[in-house]
């Protein structure tokens, strides 16, 4: 038995179990429902009439999300997005796919016979069809996409039209939408140009006009989608505003689009080739007795290899040895004009050599204005040649004009870098500056380079929101700062406000930042590089290295917390300070400093935070560093009294009153020491 015969009813009389079933069947009405259901299908029942329209409009709901329009998808998704790069990149495949249904018509030369390659053909159709499932998919994407309405475009970006039926409407409109377009773009014409409508004309004797109809039906559907393709940029530009993103995607796509240019012309000049063959053939046909116009069609005329079924007259046809010199040959007895070049490839079997070099010719010609090509006094032939001379000139000019703008994109910032260094250059020169100072401004010039690539940072993200600023600078700058570890133990608020407020900076060797005695404008956390800080105390330097993780200004961060400073005067400094190899940093400034102390004063009332300034405050630590060196040197000095005294047995008057005169005189020395070296002050 199947499954659903082993379906048991739960019965109400059971034990907990028959509750714990009811509970894990379902709390709810709808999965009992579905249970009878099973168990009168089990017994030979029907369903019940609420049930089968419970599941009917749960499959219609199911139907209409997925295979209509009731879900609008918003162009600027992402997904939405990489759908639209995906199918113009498609749609640009696809103008290469196109032209190469002109590939397909050969010359046999052993029958001179025209024939389709079959291999070739198969390869070509599937290439083909997979872009019309593309377009297919684009094509119901399209009913589903919302769509920018035209009045809400006065002011902003405009507002999305969501609502499905609208969304589809304009879609099917005639002339806002572009289904009717695109219905006439799917149309499988080449493929059933190539295998059904090329092969009747050719064997009913019609070459010339085989061509012309696989010509035709190629230009009507590249010209639509070409407009077509146009016509999505458009709109996408409209509503996403960019489709891709960067200048090296443009580069890429107009070299892209030039090659496809080169391409198409050159399956055009190829399939005129064919059909200049085909009329040299024709016109032999009609002198040389017992020819037929099916004999210029092999049999059968789409065929894997030269493999055809030959008759007596066929072969007699075959054996005319002037059409073969005049009409493959070129020995210009018939005038092939631009077109003898071709002659190999139309009578070749090669797709590669085939397919290679007229996309060579193609960018020549276009490259060169047609200047090679010495077209004869046939109109098609002179119509051809005129398109050819006025699209390479539209063409090559738009591709240099966007080269140009490329490279100029590309070598905006090195241009201006290089025009400020000649305007140094001319300055410095001008202003009879020494030679170590401009070495100095050229060596501060390169390394800023180095590190920014000529990018202003404040620049870039001032315009943007205050949110989205904040956000970049704390990604940038939240690492750093906790690696300092004055900001280490700080409330993240506080971070996020230091972050948003500190500034990169760049200093190069040997810059003396600060002097002693200057205001000091300026929080430095030092992130590489090395910083040397001099105090003199009574003509004596203390000499300290600051390194990465470092800061200096703490008189700042002293005078911002303090309630009785005078905020018009910025404190002087204790210190001077200079560069002992590159230095980045972040600088907090003076004003910046003030608004963060003001606006989180009970934020930084802590003991920790108070310790850790004492910790790495170079001033702290000279301060300490004195303090405790004249204190060693007190208990150094007094013990080595001690020592000199004891042996000679001197009275215990005089040892007090010599050693009261020492601790006088140790005093003094302390005092003057410590006048001389103030202790730092805390907030």
Not at 517 to 525: A, D, F, I
């Amino acid at each position: 038995m199947g499954k659903r015969n082993q379906i048991r009813p739960v019965q109400e009389t059971d034990s907990p179990s028959s509750e714990r079933g009811h509970h894990e069947l379902g709390s709810n009405a709808v999965g009992w429902k579905v249970y009878d259901a099973l168990q009168r299908l089990d017994s030979g029942g029907e369903l019940s009439d609420p049930l089968e329209d419970m599941i009917e409009q749960s499959w219609k709901k199911s139907a209409r999300k997925w295979f209509c329009f009731d879900s609008v998808l918003n162009p600027h998704s992402s997904a939405v997005r990489i759908w639209n790069r995906v199918f113009l990149l498609s749609l640009l495949c696809n103008t290469v796919v196109d032209p190469l249904f002109f590939y397909l018509l050969s010359v046999d030369t052993t029958l001179l016979c025209v024939y389709v390659q079959k291999a070739f053909a198969i390869t070509v159709t599937a290439l083909r069809t997979i872009n019309d499932v593309l377009y297919l998919i684009n094509m119901w994407l399209q009913f589903r996409t919302a769509y920018v309405s035209k009045s809400s475009l006065k002011l902003g970006i405009g507002a999305l039209v969501t609502n499905p039926r609208k969304v589809a409407m304009n879609y099917v409109h005639i002339l806002r939408g572009g289904l009717a377009l695109d219905i006439l773009a799917i149309l499988p014409c080449p493929q059933i140009a190539i295998w059904i409508l090329v092969p009747r004309l050719m064997t009913s004797g019609n070459t010339s006009r085989a061509t012309t109809t696989l010509l035709c039906s190629l230009l009507f559907q590249f010209v639509i989608r070409l407009f077509r393709y146009f016509a999505l940029v458009r709109r996408m530009q409209r509503v996403v505003g960019y489709i891709f993103w960067g200048s090296w995607w443009g580069f890429v796509l107009n070299l892209a689009a030039y090659c496809a240019a080169a391409h198409v012309f050159g399956a055009l000049w190829y399939l005129f080739a064919v059909s200049r063959v085909f009329s040299c053939l024709a016109h032999h046909c009609e002198r040389y007795p017992g020819c037929i116009p099916h004999y210029l069609a092999c049999k059968p005329p789409i065929q894997f290899a030269k493999d055809p079924n030959i008759s007596i007259g066929r072969l007699h046809w075959s054996q005319n040895v002037n059409v073969t010199l005049e009409c493959v040959q070129d020995q210009k007895t018939f005038h092939h004009g631009i077109y003898w070049n071709a002659l190999p490839l139309v009578v070749g079997t090669s797709v590669a050599e085939k397919i290679a070099f007229p996309i060579f010719w193609g960018l020549m010609t276009l490259s060169s204005f047609c200047n090679s090509l010495t077209p004869t006094d046939d109109l098609p032939e002179t119509l051809f040649s005129l398109v050819l001379v006025m699209s390479g000139l539209m063409l090559f000019s738009a591709l240099i004009g966007n080269i140009q703008v490329f490279f100029q994109s590309l070598w905006t910032r090195v241009d201006r870098m290089r025009a400020r260094r000649q305007d140094l250059e001319w300055w410095m020169a001008r202003r009879q500056l020494p030679i170590p100072l401009q070495e100095r401004v050229d060596d501060y010039e390169q390394q800023h380079w180095a590190a920014t690539r000529g990018i202003d940072e404040e620049a870039m993200t001032r315009d943007l929101p205050e949110g989205l600023r904040r956000d970049i600078k704390r990604y940038l700058c939240l690492d750093l700062v906790r690696k300092i570890p004055l900001f280490s133990y700080t409330d993240p608020l506080l971070l996020d406000i230091l972050c948003e407020r500190l500034r990169p900076v760049l200093f190069t060797r040997g810059l003396v930042l600060m002097r002693d005695g200057e205001p000091v404008r300026r929080l430095l956390l030092l992130v590489r590089g090395r910083l040397r800080n001099v105090h003199t105390f009574g003509g004596r330097p203390s000499v300290a290295l600051l390194g990465p993780g470092d800061f200096t200004g703490e008189e700042l961060l002293t005078w911002g917390l303090s309630r009785t400073a005078d905020r018009n005067r910025l404190p002087l400094s204790t210190a001077s300070l200079d560069c002992v190899d590159t230095v980045e940093a972040f600088a907090l400034e003076a004003d910046d400093l003030m608004y963060v102390t003001s606006h989180f004063q009970q934020r930084l009332q802590s003991k920790k935070l108070r310790h850790t300034i004492r910790h790495y405050s170079p001033h702290w630590r000279t301060w300490a560093a004195v303090t405790i060196q004249l204190t060693w040197r007190r208990y150094k000095e007094a013990a080595a009294s001690r020592r000199a005294r004891a042996p000679a047995g001197l009275p215990g008057q005089l040892t007090d009153r010599s050693r009261s005169d020492d601790q006088t005189r140790d005093k003094l020395r302390m005092y003057t020491a410590m006048f001389t070296s103030p202790k730092p002050q805390d907030y």
